[in-house]
T-cell receptor
Framework: KQEVTQIPAALSVPEGENLVLNCSFT??????LQWFRQDPGKGLTSLLL?????REQTSGRLNASLDKSSGRSTLYIAASQPGDSATYLC?????????????FGQGTELSVKP | DTEVTQTPKHLVMGMTNKKSLKCEQH?????MYWYKQKAKKPPELMFV???????INESVPSRFSPECPNSSLLNLHLHALQPEDSALYLC?????????????FGPGTRLLVL
């Protein structure tokens, strides 16, 4: 059974700092891994998707990596800004799950202080 | 256009009421999902529709009744809900293209059951 864990649960950093959010999963038979951002009371915004054959994806100041052998993914945020404050969720899609069932981690609540 | 829309944004209902949540997407996606999200928790999958047929029901109580009238619309009918059903209800859609399947989420409906 796939389990996804995110650490830390909460993170507070000063503006301008580079930071890394961690996601680990127990089943390496993963189809892809998706990173989301969620603002309080809002829906989820897809940030990056990494296919199982890929090692990383980049979008602007965001870089996500995937290491299937170790069961880990990281989301790197460069030069953080107060507008980056949100909860970040990673979710894995199992390789045998054609129904599209995402398994979510508990999320990391990020606060970037001006 | 990667937009999933949901109506209403907010809903307050009594335990004897019948109401419906609506979700719409025009991306041509053939998989649509309902998730329930409690405060400070990740989304929990409720239902998956694939090609307008119910493919996954995560043992959801019968007071929640999903419906997929066509490939663009997804409804969730609510009847005789309990206060503990108060939550953010999220709709999502996706389409597997080769090795990539990205789920796109709507903004959610905030439900309060009194």
């Amino acid at each position: 059974k796939q389990e996804v864990t995110q650490i830390p649960a909460a993170l507070s950093v000063p503006e301008g700092e580079n930071l890394v959010l961690n996601c680990s999963f127990t089943d390496s038979a993963i189809y892809n891994l998706q990173w989301f951002r969620q603002d309080p009371g809002k829906g989820l915004t897809s940030l990056l998707l990494i296919q199982s054959s890929q090692r990383e994806q980049t979008s602007g100041r965001l870089n996500a990596s995937l290491d299937k052998s170790s069961g880990r993914s990281t989301l790197y945020i460069a030069a953080s800004q107060p507008g980056d404050s949100a909860t970040y969720l990673c979710a894995g899609l199992g390789i045998y799950n054609q129904g599209g069932k995402l398994i979510f981690g508990q999320g990391t609540e990020l606060s970037v202080k001006p | 256009d990667t937009e999933v829309t949901q109506t209403p944004k907010h809903l307050v209902m009594g335990m004897t009421n019948k109401k419906s949540l609506k979700c719409e997407q025009h991306m041509g996606h053939r998989a649509m999902y309902w998730y329930k999200q409690k405060a400070k928790k990740p989304p929990e999958l409720m239902f998956v529709y694939s090609y307008e047929k119910l493919s996954i029901n995560e043992s959801v109580p019968s007071r929640f009744s999903p419906e997929c009238p066509n490939s663009s619309l997804l409804n969730l009918h609510l009847h005789a809900l309990q206060p503990e059903d108060s939550a953010l209800y999220l709709c999502a859609s996706s389409q597997r293209q080769g090795a990539e399947e990205t789920q796109y989420f709507g903004p959610g409906t905030r439900l309060l059951v009194l």
